[in-house]
């Protein structure tokens, strides 16, 4: 699972719901008016990777998580309020896909995002990222949240 980046795991999830859910009985499914919600979190999503990646890229970092080493462990900066704001960004995302939509069974995306992310690719980075930064890691970790 690791090998397909999660951005697209956050693309294919809204893909697979969207197409579920102009199936029957789903497309039966009241849509929701919730498009101007969705505009909003899809927007703050982007704002947080952006800023997320402009701060791997300030402290000259990997920005993908297959790769073997880091340069240095960014701590400061929306990693200061949660260790993993592109995957927040990502699950955030995939939400405002879903509200943007008002397909009821899209709200699975997000759902299914964060299990990837919460359970596939976070403990391989952090563990990684323990090897590799050790006691300052393990502060890091202790400090500042997973998720929020």
Known sequence: ?????PPLWALAFLAATYGLS??????ELPSMETRPLGVIVIA??????????????L???????NSPTNNALVTNGVFSVSRNPMYLAMTLFTLGGALWLGRPLMLLAPLMMFAVANWVFIPFEEEKMRRQFGEAFDAYKNRVRRWL
Request: glycine share 4%.
């Open 1 to 5: 699972m690791r090998a397909v980046p």
């Open 22 to 27: 102009a199936l029957p009985p789903c497309r």
């Open 44 to 57: 703050g999503a982007l704002l947080l990777l952006a800023v997320a990646m402009v701060q791997f890229r």
């Open 59 to 65: 402290a000259n970092t990997q920005l993908l998580p």
